[in-house]
C-alpha cells in the first residue's frame, strides 16, 4: 500500500514539476498505467474474449487455454490436435477451430467465399447444448412464440429465449417491418421454420435448428449448395435483409462456401465488435 502512495506520489510530483497544464495528461498517464498492469488480459485469446463478451450469462472467465463457465465448467480453447482439415474440423472442432475464420459483416464482403471459407458453420456442439439444451425436451423448454413480421407474414414462430435470441428475433422483425419497403417483403414473408431437433442432412452433427436459434427465410427464393448441386455461389437475398439480421447478432448461410442463402443463426460471438 505504502508503495503505490509513493508512485503516486512521484508520479504527481513529476506531472506538477513540469507544468500546471499537464495535470490532465498526467491523469491520463495514469489511466494508462492501470490499463498495462492489465495486459495479462492480452494473453487470453481474441477469439475466447469474443466468447466472454457475447455470452455474459454462462460465462465467467478465460486464460490462455481454458474458458470456464459460471457453474464450473471448464472448456478447453485449443485441444492440440494440429493440422486438421476442413472436414475434421467440421466434425471434430475446439473452440479454437470455432473461432478460426472471422465473419465480415455487411454488404462489404469477399464474395464469393473461398473454398471451405464459412465462418459459424465450424461448431464446438458442446458449448450450444450446454447453453439451450441437450435434447429436443431440453430445447423445447427454453422456447418462446416470437410475433415475426406481423405485417408482413402474420407468423408466430419458435425461438430459444436464452441469451436473449428471441429478444434479437423480435428485435429483427421489428426494424425489417419498420425500414424495409414492400420490394423486399417476399423474402421474409414465410418462413421454412425455426426449431427442429435434427442432425445435418448426411452429417452426425446437430443443426442449429435444433438449438431453436436459427431461422430460414423464404425457400422459394433461396440457394442452398445441396439443392444446387454443385458449389457455384448464387444468391438472391438482399443484403439490406442480411445487414439487419447481422446488426442483432446474426449470421447469414450465404456468407459460407457451403453456402444456405436462407438460413439465418444467432451467433453473437461472430458479429461483437
Ligand atoms: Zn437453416
Given at each position: 500500500?505504502?508503495?503505490?502512495?509513493?508512485?503516486?506520489?512521484?508520479?504527481?510530483?513529476?506531472?506538477?514539476?513540469?507544468?500546471?497544464?499537464?495535470?490532465?495528461?498526467?491523469?491520463?498517464?495514469?489511466?494508462?498505467?492501470?490499463?498495462?498492469?492489465?495486459t495479462i488480459k492480452t494473453n487470453i485469446p481474441a477469439g475466447l474474449q469474443k466468447l466472454l463478451k457475447a455470452y455474459p450469462d454462462f460465462l465467467d472467465k478465460a486464460d490462455e487455454n481454458n474458458l470456464y463457465w459460471k457453474d464450473g465448467t471448464v472448456m478447453v480453447w485449443d485441444d492440440g490436435i494440429e493440422n486438421k482439415s476442413?472436414?475434421?474440423?467440421?466434425?471434430?472442432?475446439?473452440?479454437?477451430?470455432?473461432?478460426?475464420?472471422?465473419?465480415?459483416?455487411?454488404?462489404?464482403?469477399?464474395?464469393?467465399?473461398?473454398?471451405?471459407?464459412?465462418?459459424?458453420?465450424?461448431r464446438?456442439?458442446?458449448?450450444?447444448?450446454?447453453?439451450?439444451?441437450?435434447?429436443?425436451g431440453e430445447v423445447q423448454r427454453n422456447l418462446v412464440n416470437v410475433s415475426w413480421l406481423p405485417s408482413i407474414c402474420?407468423?408466430?414462430?419458435?425461438?430459444?429465449?436464452?441469451?436473449?435470441a428471441a429478444d434479437k428475433m423480435r428485435?429483427?422483425?421489428?426494424?425489417?417491418?419498420?425500414?424495409?419497403?414492400?420490394?423486399?417483403?417476399?423474402?421474409?414473408?414465410?418462413?421454412?421454420?425455426?426449431?427442429?431437433?435434427r442432425k445435418i442432412a448426411g452429417t452426425s452433427r446437430l443443426s442449429t435448428h435444433a438449438f431453436g436459434t436459427?431461422?430460414?427465410?423464404?425457400?422459394?427464393?433461396?440457394?442452398?449448395?445441396?439443392?444446387?448441386?454443385?458449389?457455384?455461389?448464387?444468391n438472391q437475398i438482399p443484403m439490406e435483409i442480411v445487414e439487419i439480421f447481422e446488426k442483432h447478432g446474426f449470421i447469414w448461410g450465404g456468407k459460407w462456401y457451403h453456402y444456405d442463402t436462407m438460413h439465418f443463426e444467432y451467433r453473437p460471438e461472430l458479429t461483437i465488435e
Open positions: 500500500m505504502n508503495l503505490f502512495i509513493y508512485i503516486f506520489t512521484i508520479i504527481s510530483l513529476y506531472a506538477c514539476g513540469d507544468s500546471g497544464n499537464r495535470t490532465n495528461f498526467s491523469n491520463n498517464d495514469v489511466n494508462k498505467k492501470v490499463i498495462a498492469g492489465d476442413h472436414d475434421e474440423m467440421l466434425d471434430n472442432p475446439d473452440l479454437e477451430d470455432m473461432m478460426s475464420q472471422q465473419y465480415v459483416k455487411g454488404a462489404n464482403w469477399d464474395e464469393p467465399p473461398a473454398e471451405n471459407f464459412e465462418p459459424g458453420r465450424i464446438y456442439e458442446p458449448f450450444f447444448t450446454k447453453m439451450y439444451g441437450s435434447s429436443s402474420g407468423c408466430s414462430i419458435q425461438f430459444n429465449n436464452v441469451n436473449g428485435e429483427v422483425s421489428d426494424e425489417i417491418e419498420a425500414t424495409l419497403g414492400a420490394g423486399f417483403h417476399k423474402y421474409v414473408s414465410k418462413t421454412a421454420g425455426t426449431f427442429n431437433w436459427s431461422i430460414d427465410i423464404n425457400t422459394k427464393y433461396s440457394n442452398y449448395w445441396q439443392w444446387d448441386g454443385n458449389m457455384v455461389w448464387k
